[in-house]
């Protein structure tokens, strides 16, 4: 089986948890005979050299895998944000390395979305991955790292844009893999269960390495209760709520120590540790440790008695397992994957809830009752458990039953069932005489076969504009006429005498890609909840050749998305729609200069339709001197804007009484 792991966090590198279960998933599945390839950021190739460089790579590195470094632009290049930017590189990089096709599985993170582009490519039947599984797994979004950190910033349009691509690919991914307990309970409270993909459990593996360390007869039955937090200080993981735990304990006999590094998660921005010390107030007691190089961490948890887990909300972190490789319990808040993972009285203890009060009645506990503190360990419990939690045979078992029963979703091909239902072609036409015929050139080289093409003239009648004359008689297409009333009526009386199932309204100075409309076709065809399907297009000049003077080119999200509010993110007018959607009563503004077409695929937002895009440059757009979006559209933005919001509101309300 080819796997293509997908992770900017990575291990040794960096990156935590997630880092940490990329690599040990990479070692297990290569070393069962797996044909797997890591792709992470370029920021670790230097690293990645250094150890590879060194004497002994294959200590720190999974030794049977192959490694891909992605692209990291700064700037988003076009893109939205960096992070879209670099969604769209890992796409890029799982096609070149599979050119005859993508991989068996593609799993990628849910955090930071990088998968939002592979998640549109299988959404929309792209061929360069068609027959691959696209996962995401479950470790713990930035939008709910946000959330429990204190300070979700929705005010700005980037941090907003970052969640959409994090809540595309949870919806569209072919599958969801969580390791157990709360996780995808906690996922569907948050995200809505409708708004998820199906859901595969799988846990997360551990290393066993040489074996499981037995210490059951090294329990220190004298002398204070010794704990231990590891992880970043951060709000997220309740450390805050511990110092206020221990700080309130009545019993001295404790000792405390808190090994994790710094983060700007307290009140206003502020350093967490610099909170966390005011909070100890200098208490011997209680000692902080910045960092303990990876391969001392065992050591460290074995010179202590419980590993503490303050979490307000946790998935499946492997410092409770490797805590519990070293036969040390944890005491754990109720959430998450600690539901599963921790067995009170066996390998650990849960809090009453997530409250610092509820902590310290734990510890409380713990310190009365020390015989009852010490029996997991004496027992063996915490290590016995981790077999049953967490062995790699297991999980390389169950991504074998994965790749076997959940085989890619096909891509369904209905035109080869029945007859290709008509597409109509709407041309609004003003003035363009230089380019409409690349424009309706555009349209007759289109692999898809029942196209019919209709050009709008919209009042524009002079020496020039005789150039539809003569296309009618050298292409299959009809020309319409009407006083001048602008784009959208144009539009509007194109679509009102068009014949087709799907409508595409397209510029007449714009051209679309040869298997444009079939591949909008296929798309829809396959999913009748669709109202539309368009793709990224590209920046060409007056000439017809690629510019960015403006950037590459537009990569839209959809309109499924809340973001359709703020910008036109939903795509160009380019797209292939269905014509139930204008009889609906849904159509272009008349009133609007500009940007009619986002006011459109706002409307249909609003009314529950959603469209798709392609990630591919399927269309070009030409960028001229005196465009519309130039002269008119880019200056009056916030004018617009506002306009548009007018009008949709203006639509939603009843203006006279029923009874009238």
Request: charge should be negative; hydrophobic fraction near 40%; proline fraction near 6%.
């Amino acid at each position: 089986m080819q796997v293509a792991l997908v992770s900017r966090s990575l291990a040794p590198f960096g990156g935590g948890g997630i880092g940490e279960y990329v690599d040990t998933t990479a070692r297990i599945l290569s070393g069962a005979g797996h044909d797997v390839t890591i792709f992470t950021t370029e920021g670790h190739r230097a690293a990645y050299d250094e150890l590879r460089a060194g004497g002994d790579p294959d200590r720190l590195l999974a030794p049977a895998a192959e490694y891909v470094f992605v692209r990291d632009a700064a700037w988003p290049e076009g893109f939205y944000t960096p992070l879209h930017r670099y969604s769209s590189a890992v796409f890029d990089a799982i096609v070149d390395r599979y050119p005859g096709g993508g991989p068996d599985l593609i799993e990628v993170s849910d955090y930071l979305g990088e998968g939002f582009v592979l998640a549109q490519a299988r959404a929309t039947h792209d061929p360069r991955v068609a027959d691959s599984l696209l996962a995401v797994r479950l470790h713990t979004t930035a939008e709910l790292c946000a959330v429990l950190d204190g300070h979700h910033d929705t005010a700005e349009f980037s941090n907003q844009v970052d969640d959409e691509l994090e809540r595309f690919a949870l919806r569209h991914a072919d599958l969801l893999l969580w390791p157990g307990g709360d996780v995808l309970g906690l996922y569907e409270r948050f995200y809505g269960a409708e708004r998820l993909a199906p859901a595969v459990q799988i846990r997360n593996p551990l290393l066993l390495g040489d074996g499981l360390p037995d210490d059951t007869d090294t329990v220190d039955r004298a002398g204070p209760l010794k704990l231990l937090y590891i992880g970043r200080l951060e709000r997220r993981k309740g450390v805050q709520n511990l110092l206020r735990a221990v700080t309130a304990l009545g019993d001295p006999a404790w000792r405390l120590t808190l090994l994790g590094g710094d983060t700007e998660t307290a009140p206003l921005g502020g350093s967490m540790r610099s909170q966390l010390e005011l909070m100890a107030a200098e208490d011997e007691r209680i000692e902080f440790l910045d960092h303990v190089p990876r391969a001392q961490l065992g050591d460290v948890i074995s010179r202590h008695d419980v590993v503490v887990l303050p979490s307000l909300w946790e998935c499946w972190p492997y410092v409770a397992l490797e805590a519990m490789r070293r036969n040390r319990p944890v005491l754990a808040t109720p959430t998450g994957g600690f539901t599963e993972l921790v067995r009170p009285g066996v390998n650990g203890w849960f809090t009453a809830d997530t409250t610092a009060e509820a902590l310290s009645d734990a510890i409380a506990q713990l310190l009365a009752d020390r015989e009852a503190a010490r029996r997991p360990r004496r027992e063996g419990g915490p290590r016995d458990t981790v077999l049953s939690l967490a062995h790699p045979d297991e999980v390389v078992e169950r991504y074998a039953t994965l790749h076997e029963e959940r085989r890619p979703r096909p891509l369904r091909r209905a035109r080869a069932a029945r007859p290709a239902p008509l597409v109509s072609v709407v041309i609004p036409y003003y003035g363009m005489s230089e380019f409409i015929e690349d424009t309706v050139r555009s349209v007759v080289a289109q692999t898809y076969p029942e196209v019919e093409t209709l050009i709008v003239n919209d009042g524009s009648f002079g020496e020039a504009d005789r150039i539809l004359e003569e296309l009618a008689v050298r292409y299959p297409l009809t020309v319409l006429s009407q006083p001048n009333a602008g784009l959208g009526a144009a539009r509007n009386f194109g679509v009102a005498q068009a014949r087709g199932r799907y409508v595409l309204p397209l510029d007449a100075d714009n051209m679309i890609a040869p298997a444009f409309i079939e591949r909008c076709v296929d798309v829809l065809e396959s999913d009748r909840r669709l109202a539309y399907v368009t793709s990224w297009s590209r920046y060409v000049d007056e000439r017809g050749e690629p510019t960015d003077e403006l950037s590459t080119g537009y990569q839209p999200l959809g309109n499924e998305t809340e973001l359709i509010v703020r910008d036109n993110v939903a795509g160009d007018a380019a797209a292939v729609i269905r014509h139930r959607i204008f009889d609906l009563g849904f159509a272009y503004s008349q009133d609007l200069t500009s940007y009619e077409d986002w006011h459109f695929y706002l409307e249909l937002h609003r009314a529950g339709h959603h469209g798709l895009v392609i990630p591919e440059r399927l269309l070009d757009y030409r960028v001229r001197r005196d465009s519309m979006i130039r002269e008119i559209g880019l200056p009056q933005t916030a004018r617009l804007v506002a306009e548009i919001n007018a009008h949709v509101l203006e639509k939603e309300i009843a203006w006279t009484p029923r009874n009238v």
